[in-house]
């Protein structure tokens, strides 16, 4: 379906794509991975024909592959029908333009191409017909039921916009899919319907898919292979098989990459020491022996002198060799953000009691009477569809909001430390330095050296938090908590814009945590490593799991 061959991508003389080259097959679902900045978003904009490359290019099976892509920030204007219909079509519109085909083939027309243009209205007739039937249900789906057709898209939050986007570019019937993060703002309920709705499409209609995601779980449900872009080297490396069968490869090429270095340090230090015997033995018979008056013995050791220089040579020869084009690099641990939360200091046993609880807003409950407490320790999973009130509910543990009744009160000695979703507690106009300062008494180098520990290096400190991406300012967010001291973590979906590197570390850093963690998330595997209790909030109230 699709194949691409040596893409070169340059920006302002940094390249961020080299010699990129795969084969995406009809049926087939890759996975396209790498941190944050390595170019997957580039790689996608150049396949959908948003951007040029430098070199290189890629061929599609048929001219008139039907593709969908979607982007990861969508900018539509208008109602959500009229993105339906320029996404799928407009039978209106299409049927106009079949009759006047069908007219100037019938007339006798000699225009080149009539008929093909014919067969692809026709094609197109027949996609936005089953799609219009299909339009209440992939806005049920997607969570977008509430709307009607003629609602602008400017009313939707940026989460429903996506979802919006993903509606409509599945309803377009592609047999070429580009995703850029679909799963961004979908919760579990949403998440399985699309991991069968892309497998169900793959199988049936043979389409093709390349998508980005930091959703492991979703990797390891859905795709075929994995495809990496090194954030060092720029160039792509193809895996067979899910996300964890990629991990497995990984680890395993790491392990024989750190066996064949460390072998071939032992051979330069073997070599170093049988080079350092040899001169040393050479210098003893140019001193020894060979200084008798005996000539023939002078001529003897004098040969032997010379060999055994030879040999030294030799040897040390080899091992600029191995210094140079052999050498082999240490494996590198990969990129990583360093985080650590310290400390917890002490807190209650009890560290949140909701007490007779509705929470809502204006008066109107979305959960009522909740009693439950969160114990010190607890690492709590808040799971369940979008709306359900599960920001609210933390929004009124803050007191952010005031309950509707009932209370939620924090025990003594508890200090809660807040992420919300779009980290909106950040002051656009302050830098990341001045942000940082504010949370704790750092002098400019000290907060310098702490933005450090989370990917903000050299100038990065000085830039404004209006201006910074979504995962930016998500590792700022993190700053801050990690500065505060909090023994008490509410956190709302923490890691929606992180990279998979920078989510194995989070995990990490709150596995280690000692105080006590509320997060609303919706990446499976994050709440499988970190959650030790889980809360589902839905439609019959909140359910404890574990």
């Known amino acids: 379906m699709l194949r691409v061959n040596s893409i070169n991508k340059s920006f302002g003389g940094d390249t961020i794509l ?23 978003t580039t790689l996608l904009r150049i396949l959908a024909g948003l951007e040029t490359p430098d070199l290189g290019g890629f061929q599609f099976s048929r001219s008139d ?38 007219a100037a083939l019938t007339g006798g027309s000699n225009q ?69 993060e679909p799963t961004n703002h979908l919760d579990l309920e949403m998440l399985a319907w699309l991991e069968e709705w892309l497998v169900e499409s793959a199988l049936s209609r043979r389409a093709a898919v390349l998508l980005v995601s930091h959703d492991r779980t979703f990797l390891d449900h859905t795709v075929t292979g994995i495809l990496e872009i090194d ?43 049988a080079a350092a015997s040899v001169r040393q033995d050479a210098a003893f018979k140019k001193g020894g022996k060979g200084d008798s008056g005996d000539k023939f013995a002078k001529g003897f050791f004098a040969n032997r002198t010379k060999g055994t220089i030879k040999r030294a040579k030799n040897i040390e020869k080899r091992i600029e060799t191995l210094l140079t084009e052999e050498r082999l690099e240490k494996p590198r641990q990969g990129w990583q953000m360093k985080l650590d939360f310290g400390e917890a200091g002490e807190s209650s046993r009890a560290v949140v009691v909701l007490e007779d609880l509705s929470v809502g807003y204006n008066g109107m409950a979305l959960l009522s009477d909740l009693n439950q407490q969160v114990r010190y320790g607890q690492r709590l999973a808040l799971i369940g569809r979008n709306g359900a009130g599960k920001t609210t509910l933390l929004r009124t543990i803050t007191g952010e909001l005031p309950p509707v009744s009932g209370r939620a009160r924090l025990g003594p000695s508890v200090r809660c430390g807040y992420m919300a979703q779009e980290q909106e507690v950040l002051h656009p106009e302050w830098d990341a330095l001045e942000t940082i300062c504010s949370f704790a008494a750092f002098s400019e180098t000290q907060g310098r050296a702490f933005l450090h520990k989370f990917l903000f290096s050299g100038d990065d400190v000085f830039k404004k938090v209006g201006s910074l991406s979504y995962g930016e300012r998500a590792r700022l967010m993190l700053a801050c908590l990690a500065a505060q001291g909090c023994n008490l ?10 990279d998979i590197p920078a989510r194995s570390r989070f995990e990490q850093a709150l596995v280690g ?16 490593g970190f959650a030790n209790s889980v809360w589902e909030i839905g439609d019959e109230g909140l359910k404890v799991i574990r």
């Not at 299909?134 to 400017?154: D, F, K, N, S, W």
């Not at 945590?513 to 499988?528: K, L, P, Q």
């Open 489 to 498: 973590l509410l956190l709302d979906e923490p890691i929606n814009h992180l």
């Open 65 to 102: 592959v039907r593709l969908g892509y979607l982007p990861q920030g969508l900018q539509v204007s208008g109602t959500i029908g009229g993105f339906f219909d320029e996404m799928a079509g407009n039978l209106n519109d299409l049927t106009s333009e079949l009759e006047r085909l069908a």
């Open 18 to 40: 080299k010699d990129i080259s795969f084969q995406l097959n009809s049926g087939e679902r890759l996975g396209l991975v790498g941190p944050n900045g390595c170019g997957k």
């Open 513 to 528: 945590f000692e105080g006590t963690v509320m997060a609303v998330v919706h990446d499976r595997y994050f709440i499988d």
């Open 231 to 273: 954030p060092l080297t720029r160039q792509l490396q193809v895996y067979a098989g899910n996300y964890s069968a990629y991990v497995e490869q990984k680890m395993f090429e790491r392990q024989r990459r750190m066996q064949d270095y460390q072998e071939q340090q032992a051979e330069i230090v073997r070599l170093r020491r």
């Open 112 to 180: 080149p191409g009539l008929q093909q243009a014919y067969d692809r209205t026709l094609a197109q007739m027949e996609i936005a017909a089953q799609s219009a039937t299909r339009v209440p249900q992939m806005l049920a789906a997607l969570g977008l039921e509430e709307y009607a057709l003629y609602t602008p898209v400017g009313r939707l939050s940026g989460g429903q916009k996506t979802r919006l986007g993903l509606a409509g570019v599945l309803l377009s019937a592609p047999e070429v899919l580009l995703l850029d």
